[in-house]
């Protein structure tokens, strides 16, 4: 199984700040032959399923605020809120599909400073 | 707008056998561009992916959770379903069914979730 790993557990961050979370898979998730990342992020409030964010590493799903982007290639990846807002204070994961199984990053919490 | 519900009972003994239920409304489960998935969460934990299904009743399963997994299609009813045996505590979870996208391929991400059931394993 492939084994996705995010930094920082969890962190505060101000309102109006600037966001960063990490996510490394124990391999590629890089289709190269097509060209593609396979790799979603998620956002999860409380007592609410998880919602799609960002897939193919970079693309936002529809209704997502332009203030998330997803970045990286391969191994290493990034999940950036370029301004946090009240409403996203969350739990988010990164998930691969490269592989069957899916598997999911552990989750970072992000709290209101 | 295709929406997901989850049904089925809340609470299980241990060593009987849980089945859920996810209706699925606004679109069919018969699409070729999706599969139709099962994920759990136990309490204060994270997410985990046990299996999927396509229209012509193809499954996929996260051989890490074991054998005790089934998921059906029911074409006719726009429901899948999941049924896990012989239960335990450490089944205790949020259940929730979802869509996956396809890239022509193989599945890939899930668009779209129901809400989630819990379902507590206990005498």
């Known amino acids: 199984d492939i084994v996705m790993t995010q930094s920082p557990d969890s962190l505060a961050v101000s309102l109006g700040e600037r966001v960063t979370i990490n996510c490394r898979s124990s391999?590629?998730?890089?289709?190269?032959?097509?060209?593609?990342?396979?790799l979603a992020w998620y956002q999860q409030k409380p007592g609410q399923p998880p919602k799609l964010l960002i897939y193919?590493?970079?693309t936002r799903a529809s209704g997502v605020p332009d203030r998330f982007s997803g970045f990286g290639s391969g191994t290493d990846f990034t999940l950036t809120i370029s301004s946090l807002q009240a409403e996203d204070v969350a739990v988010y994961y990164c998930q691969q599909y490269y592989s069957s199984p899916i598997t999911f990053g552990q989750g970072t919490r992000l709290e209101m400073k | 707008q295709v929406q997901l519900q989850e049904s089925g009972p809340g609470l299980v003994k241990p060593s009987e056998t849980l089945s859920l239920s996810c209706t699925v409304s606004?679109?069919?489960?018969?699409?070729?561009?999706?599969?139709w998935g099962w994920f759990r969460q136990p309490p204060g934990k994270g997410l985990e992916w046990i299996g999927n299904?396509?229209?012509?009743?193809?499954?996929n399963y996260n051989p890490s959770l074991g054998s005790r997994f089934t998921i059906s299609i029911d074409t006719s009813q726009s429901l899948f379903s999941l049924t896990l045996m012989s239960v335990t505590a450490a089944d205790t979870a949020v259940y929730f069914c979802a869509r996956h996208e396809t890239d022509g391929y193989s599945f890939t991400y899930a668009d779209t979730w129901g809400q989630g059931t819990l379902v507590i394993v206990s005498s």
């Open positions: 606004g679109g069919s489960v018969s699409n070729t561009r999706y599969f």
């Open positions: 391999q590629s998730v890089l289709f190269t032959s097509r060209n593609k990342d396979y």
């Open positions: 299904v396509y229209f012509n009743g193809n499954t």
């Open positions: 193919w590493a970079s």
